[in-house]
Structure formats: C-alpha cells, structure tokens
C-alpha cells in the first residue's frame, strides 16, 4: 500500500453506503472536513444528518475557501493535523467519532493534472 | 474519422452495394432518405408537442454501438427495445458544452488512456464528466473493476475490467431502474441512488469487508446520479 494512498477515516457514507468517510485537509484554509473517498459527499463536521455539500461540475471545492479538495495541496489530513482541530477532537471525546485508518481508493492529484 | 462517421460510411457503402446487386431498388433508397429526412425535421417538433424524447442521430449510432457490445459476448439491455426513457425525471445542470453549442461526447478509450476532459455520453444517455478524486467519472467508475484489499468496507468489484462492458452494464441497472423493476430509489437534493438487482452474478465484494468474506459474488448493481450525470457505480451486496 502507498503512504499516499493512507488516509485517517471516521465511518461510511450514509449517501452511497460504502465510501469510507476520510478527513481532509483543504491546502489553502487547511480547515479540515469529512470527504466521502467514493462518492465526494462533504460535511464540515460531524454531523452526517445534515445536508452534505457536493461536487460542482468536475470540481470539488472546500466549503469554507472553494479552493480545490482534489488537488494538492490539500491532502488526507495527518494525525498530527487531526489532533489540533477542534471539532473533531470534541466529536472523539462524545464519543460520536471514531477514527482509524485504511488505504483510500485514490492516490493524491498533482496539481498539474486535470 | 470518428466512430461514428464510419458507421454511417459503412452503412452507405452497404446500400451502395445493395443497390449495384440489384437486391434493393433505387426508389426504395429514396424513400428511406425522405423518411429519415422527414424524421429528423420533425423530431423536435415532435418532442415539444408530445412531452417525449425521441432518439436523434447521436443516439440511433451509439445504439449501434451498443449492438455491436452484444455481438462480441457483452450483456446489456436495449434503450430501443425496453422502451426506457433515456434520461432521468431529475436532471440537474446539461453537460458543458463546445463554443459552437454542440456537447462535448468524448471517446470512451481516449478518455481513460489521457487526461482528457470531454463528456462520455453512453448509449443509454448517462453522462461521465469531469469529477472525482480521480479526474473524470469514468476513471473513478473503472477504480471498481480491481479490488484494492486494504480499501476499508466494502469495495465492489465488476467481474469485467473491459471498460465497453462496464459502461453497458451500468446501463442497463439505469435503464431497469427507470422502469422501477427490482430496484431501491432513495433520494438526497440533487442526488439519486439506485440498487438494482439484476438477478446474475456481475462482480463481487472486495476491500477488507469482502476479502474477510471470501469475496462474495454480488448481483446488484448501485448506481449514484445526479440527473444523468454518473457518480459512481459499483456491485454491492445490499
């Protein structure tokens, strides 16, 4: 398995039922949001009920800044990155979020690719 | 030459031939032009009044294609023939289009071996756009034609990695699902998931979940869209 394949994962997508829920770090606001590795659903926190956001037309912006989710620099968000954001570690301490870790179904985008 | 152009050559070439041995009169000829002429003229007019969508030229070759999928040992289920409408009652945003106002519908192979950005419009009408952590649905869609064993869950696998093959299968689970047969809706805004059980083995279930499981063989199909526009699609044991 690649360490670019490595993502941090909290559940399964409620929308397509199997897509591994990764935690992403957006490369420009570097907030940290919940990413469906299958279908590209989007939650800014732990609360799946909601709505989530998805992609536009052969784009996937970050809720908060639009820059690109896809492209690097955003990536899987590491585990040092998990710990300082503060949704997530409160979802841990209610217990709502458990985190563990798996191989993502692709490998980070280079900037230069479409 | 495009694909299709040389289906119309071949066709034309065939009547020619047909012409030349006597088997078909010319006058037969002209009024099959007049007839197709005549259809086409009308097509849109027709639509507007009726509320229907009828096949145009793009459809009728791609319908062609389809045929020759089956030819060559594929399964897939006819547009023409089940009587399936052709888009989805929830379409969303129409696929980008060229600056002369005409679709972009990419080819299949180019697609997948370039970075290209064209639209695959399959021949039941779905569309496979840009998107994806992968770059174009496509490329995402054939993600699920390998298992990746330390994929967390499940990781459905089509049995076929022939992209042609894959592409006709998830056609025909969105054409079933149009009928309603043997198929779960659910629906979320825009988005709509389909789990169609097309009653034959067409993959199994890998990633860690399935490979505990010894794969399972799966014969549903879940097919994620917005609109016409692919998500994704992938077996699933529901």
């Known amino acids: 398995m690649s360490a670019n394949k490595q993502m941090y994962y909290v559940g399964f997508c409620r929308i397509c ?58 990536r899987w968000a590491t585990k040092g990155k998990i710990n300082d954001v503060a949704w997530v570690q409160a979802a841990f301490q209610k217990g709502t979020l458990e985190l563990k870790q ?13 | ?31 099959l032009v007049v007839l197709v002429v005549g259809y086409f003229l009308l097509q849109p007019v027709l639509e507007r009044s009726l509320g229907v969508d009828l096949p145009g030229l793009v459809d009728v070759t791609s319908s062609n294609r389809a045929s020759d999928h089956r030819a060559t040992g594929t399964q897939q289920s006819d547009p ?15 696929p980008p289009q060229t600056s002369d106002g005409v679709p972009a519908v ?3 192979s180019k697609i997948l071996s370039a970075n290209s950005r064209e639209i695959y419009q399959s ?34 696998v ?32 825009e988005r709509t998931v389909y789990d169609v ?13 399935g490979n505990r499981k010894s794969r399972p063989a799966a014969k549903h199909l879940r097919l994620v869209v917005e609109g016409d526009r692919v998500i994704t699609a992938f077996p699933v044991r529901p």
Not at chain 1, 53 to 70: D, K, M, R, V, Y
Not at chain 2, 80 to 94: C, F
Not at chain 2, 135 to 156: F, N, S
């Open chain 2, 158 to 189: 089509f049995d076929s990695a022939d992209p042609e093959t894959v592409v006709a299968l998830v056609d025909e689970a969105y054409l079933q699902a149009q009928t309603g047969r043997d198929t779960r809706t659910q629906r979320e805004a």
């Open chain 1, 17 to 74: 039922g199997t897509g591994p829920l990764g935690l992403r770090e957006c490369g420009r606001c570097e907030s940290v949001v919940v990413l469906c590795d299958e279908c590209d659903a989007v939650w800014t926190d732990a609360d799946f009920s909601a709505r989530p956001q998805f992609a536009n037309e052969g784009e996937l912006p970050c809720p908060h800044c639009e820059a690109s989710l896809i492209k690097k620099p955003s």
């Open chain 2, 197 to 209: 059980n097309l009653r034959r083995r067409i993959g199994y279930i890998g990633g860690t979940s």
């Open chain 2, 123 to 156: 021949p039941a009408g779905l569309h496979y756009t840009r998107g994806s952590q992968h770059g174009h649905r496509l490329k995402h869609l054939m993600a699920h034609a390998r298992d990746e064993p330390d994929r967390p869950g499940q990781h459905g």
């Open chain 2, 80 to 94: 023409q023939k089940n009587g399936a409408q052709k888009t989805s009652p929830h379409k969303t945003s129409p």
């Open chain 1, 102 to 114: 798996g191989a993502a179904l692709t490998p980070e985008i280079d900037d230069n690719e479409d």
């Open chain 2, 106 to 108: 990419g080819d299949l």
């Open chain 2, 1 to 31: 030459m495009s694909r299709q152009n040389q289906q119309i050559v071949r066709l034309i070439q065939e009547l020619i031939r047909l012409v030349k041995t006597g088997k078909l009169k010319v006058r037969w000829i002209i009024a």
